[in-house]
């Protein structure tokens, strides 16, 4: 089964201190209805991963990309809810241009204090909190990583740092 490519992006504060995340409360029929998650989405056809982050957040939160930083990446075996198997290429957005919309045909957006995303104060996937840590570490280093789903939730982690 080939993988459904996807970017998942934190858009960071000025200051660095909190994260524009997406709570998704939509359509109650969402795969994701009830969690905080970053921005992004599917990778279309003939578009590079970093087009693709920028053109996420620019249809989601109304924002330019004045940088992009990679994270990592993730392979999320089993994970769609067909069993699908989901790559996605993380990133930090630092620096961006605009003002942040409201709302999204996906949910809530909410600046949210990074302390609060790092100690689980935030309702997002389990899951979320083992790679999270990486992508905000003080001195990031591009990561990958591996999170099998079975039965809709993670049933291990590896990552390596490159």
């Not at 459904?4 to 992006?9: D, P, R, S, V, Y």
């Not at 590079?48 to 982050?53: P, R």
């Not at 990133?91 to 809530?108: I, N, S």
């Not at 600046?111 to 979320?128: F, H, K, N």
Request: glycine fraction near 12%; proline fraction near 7%.
């Amino acid at each position: 089964m080939q993988a459904i490519l996807a970017t998942l992006g934190y858009v960071l504060s000025p200051d660095g201190s909190q994260v524009l995340m997406i709570r998704r409360d939509a359509r109650p029929d969402d795969l994701h209805f009830g969690y905080y998650n970053g921005l992004g989405g599917k990778v279309e056809p003939g578009e590079d991963v970093v087009a693709g982050m920028r053109r996420e957040i620019r249809e989601e939160a109304g924002l330019e990309c004045a940088a992009v930083e990679l994270a990592g990446t993730v392979s999320w075996p089993g994970f769609g809810r067909d069993g699908e198997n989901w790559f996605g290429f993380l990133f930090r957005v630092p620096a961006w241009t605009g003002e942040p919309r409201q709302t999204c045909p996906e949910g809530t957006l909410v600046w949210t204090d990074l302390t609060d995303i790092l100690a689980g104060r935030v309702p997002m996937w389990e899951s979320d909190r083992h790679f999270l840590p990486l992508v905000f570490a003080a001195e990031p280093r591009v990561f990958h990583g591996a999170m099998p789903f079975a039965g809709g939730r993670a049933v291990g982690w590896s990552y390596t740092v490159a």
